[in-house]
């Protein structure tokens, strides 16, 4: 971060300001998660050994493993993602001025730029569906987590999982920007001392999120479910008093 002022005349004074950030956020993501939309199945799938129903919905249930090798049951799907070199920057250049034109008129203006960029250069993924692990999850309200367990599961073994299939955009890149631009005025009428404003803004804003596509199992390609076109936006307004 970075501010300067200086005052030219006793009439004019000019401050800059400029900021910069870059954090990197390689990071990796490990998610072994009840499918409980699947086991349940809008009610046609598993049926709990016991349960509770709280205010309509089901806050816990015990789904012992009813499946064996070559008669598969899944109870819970594994992800993992990592995304090295991730980053995102951010910055701006601000112009602040104000000028006394006389005792009665007055201006000030702004000019600036900001930028932010995130980025994920690479991701490899890899999901997979556990099978045969049963699953018992118990909620507590908003007083903490909620409880999961696969009895006959373990997550640090992935023998007999199958490949789900494999996703993300990649490269990934989103960008926000924005120019702008304002001026005001600002006249004292005598002899009263009330004073009439007067303002100008202009302004350019732009986002851009390029479509990538992502890849199933079946090795056919789908697009990302974050994509967009790049879009823009300009603004130009006079406003009076």
């Known amino acids: 971060m970075l501010d300067i002022e200086i005052k030219p ?33 809008g009610g046609a799938g598993e049926m709990p050994t016991s349960y509770t129903v709280t ?7 015990v789904f012992p493993n009813l499946g064996s090798p070559g008669n598969n049951h899944q109870y819970a799907i594994v992800d993992e993602i990592f995304r090295p070199g991730t980053y995102s920057e951010t910055s701006f250049y601000d112009i602040d001025l104000k000028y006394r034109a006389t005792n009665r008129l007055t201006f000030s203006g ?6 932010g960029v995130g980025k994920t250069p690479k991701q490899d993924v890899f999901e ?21 367990a696969f009895p006959n599961g373990n997550p640090s073994n992935f023998a007999g999982t199958s490949l789900d299939w494999i996703f993300g955009a990649s490269p990934a890149k989103t960008e926000d920007k924005e120019t702008y631009g304002q001026i005001d005025g600002l ?6 001392t009330s004073a009439i404003p007067s303002r100008w803004r ?4 732009s986002r851009s999120i ?3 596509p992502q890849i199933c199992r079946s090795g056919t390609a789908r ?12 603004i130009s307004r006079a406003l009076p008093g």
């Open 9 to 41: 005349t006793n009439d004019l004074t000019v401050d800059f300001s400029t900021f910069y950030s870059h954090m990197r956020a390689t990071n990796y993501n490990r998610n072994w998660m009840f499918w409980g939309s699947h086991v349940i199945n």
């Open 55 to 61: 205010n309509g919905t089901l806050t816990s249930a």
């Open 110 to 115: 702004q000019l600036g730029y900001t930028r």
């Open 128 to 148: 997979g569906d556990v099978f045969n692990t049963g699953a018992t999850y118990t909620m507590h309200g908003i007083s903490s987590a909620t409880d999961v």
């Open 187 to 192: 006249a004292s009428v005598p002899p009263s």
């Open 202 to 205: 202009k302004a350019r804003t």
């Open 210 to 212: 390029p479509s990538t």
């Open 223 to 234: 697009p990302t479910r974050a994509t967009s076109p790049a879009v823009s936006a300009e």
